[in-house]
């Protein structure tokens, strides 16, 4: 059975960093393409960041570009989601998702719930001015 669970998210000021961990399990995690996807209150489902399965491509929205940093710790099964000079639009419960497919790539559009087979719990972010 496939499991994410994502941990570390909590509150922070304007300007502060966190780091969100996502530990996978079910299948064999260094293969996959895995991405953090959020949802900001009463707004849909943005695409964040991507790493791939097979070269460790990454790929960010513009609007985290430069700021977060997805990374992955294939030993440990774990996803990770650093985020540095945080913004109060950054406010949202993030998810750890995945297809299961080892190919990444960027997203233009909204995410759909049915564009990942799994999503994770989901770890809330609150940033305060």
């Known amino acids: 059975e496939v499991q994410l669970v994502e941990s570390g998210g909590g509150l922070v000021q304007t300007g502060g960093s966190l780091n969100l961990s996502c530990s996978a399990s079910?299948?064999?995690?260094?293969?996959?393409?895995m991405t953090w996807v959020r949802q900001a209150p009463g707004k849909g489902l943005e695409w964040v960041a991507t790493?791939?399965?097979?070269?460790?491509?990454?790929f960010y929205a513009k609007s985290v570009k430069g700021r977060f940093t997805i990374s992955r710790d294939n030993a440990k099964n774990t996803l990770y989601l650093q985020l540095n000079s945080m913004k109060t639009e950054d406010t949202a419960e993030y998810y750890c998702?995945?297809?299961?497919?080892?190919?990444?790539?960027?997203?233009?559009?909204?995410?759909?719930?049915?564009?990942?087979?799994?999503w994770g719990q989901g770890t809330q972010v609150t940033v305060s001015s």
């Open positions: 998702v995945t297809k299961l497919g080892s190919a990444g790539g960027s997203w233009t559009r909204e995410i759909r719930k049915d564009d990942f087979a799994y």
């Open positions: 079910g299948f064999t995690f260094s293969s996959v393409a």
């Open positions: 790493i791939d399965g097979r070269y460790g491509l990454v």
